[in-house]
């Protein structure tokens, strides 16, 4: 399960760097188990259609992820081309939060890619 939510985390920070939109917020994606498992509300950088494209595999909504049952959250900034993104991953119950701290970290690794985790 880490590296699955590590991998879902990654996917979401290409879509971060290829986002084009406006201010946001534009959106969430929830993905796994019933929606139940990360939520992801898009910001800065994006607009609804970037969501909607970047939550094929998700369920979009127009609002933002709940705070019910989070176990935390990971602020992830990304700039590319002088262009900038933000997004924030909600994680919640089967994850852990030593788990969810785990992804957020591996997040910020890249190139012009911050990520700060707050625990719930």
Request: charge should be neutral; proline fraction near 2%.
């Amino acid at each position: 399960m880490k590296k699955s939510i590590v991998l879902a985390v990654g996917m979401m920070i290409m879509a971060l760097v290829g986002g084009c939109g406006g201010g946001g917020p534009a959106g969430s994606c929830s993905t796994g188990a019933a929606g139940s498992m990360s939520c992801t509300d898009y910001g800065t950088g994006f607009n609804a259609a970037d969501t909607m494209r970047a939550c094929s595999a998700g369920t979009y909504s127009a609002g933002t992820c709940t705070a019910t049952g989070r176990v935390g959250r990971c602020v992830i900034n990304a700039t590319s081309g002088g262009a900038t993104a933000s997004s924030t991953v909600n994680f919640y119950d089967p994850i852990t939060v030593e788990i969810a701290m785990m992804a957020c970290t591996a997040s910020g690794s890249g190139a012009g890619v911050t990520a700060t985790f707050m625990a719930n």
